[in-house]
């Protein structure tokens, strides 16, 4: 069984650390940075570019601590080969997210007296 530490339920999503994730879907952290930074060949130019995106796949707390959108990498990797199905796993999470929910009018509001 898994530290329950290594979970943090927030925004819509499971956001977990790199081993409970590495757990999860058997790669390794090492993948997981080189999915985050990519890879800077000669002349700094991208060797491999970057896959995960910070704020959807990823999130950075403080300087040392990253967490992962445990559904999201799920996702990524049941759909790596299909990016069009992998997007609109992104697109519905973010319409998930609290601050893109649709707002109610004051006019559907409804006062009890």
Do not use: C
């Not at 081993?19 to 390794?28: D, E, G, N, P, Q």
């Not at 990519?38 to 040392?64: F, L």
């Not at 990253?66 to 992104?90: G, K, M």
Request: aromatic share 8%.
């Amino acid at each position: 069984m898994m530290n329950s530490t290594n979970v943090n339920h927030t925004q819509g999503a499971i956001w977990v650390d790199k081993r409970y994730l590495a757990k999860a879907i058997s790669l390794s952290p090492d993948l997981f940075k080189l999915l985050r930074l990519g890879r800077k060949g000669q002349g700094g130019k991208p060797d491999i570019p970057p896959v995960w995106i910070e704020g959807i796949h990823y999130q950075k707390i403080g300087t040392r601590k990253v967490l992962y959108n445990l559904a999201l990498i799920e996702n990524w990797v049941a759909t790596r080969h299909s990016p069009h199905e992998h997007q609109t796993a992104i697109e519905q999470y973010l319409k998930s997210l609290p601050q893109n929910a649709p707002r109610r009018s004051s006019r559907s509001l409804h006062r009890v007296i």
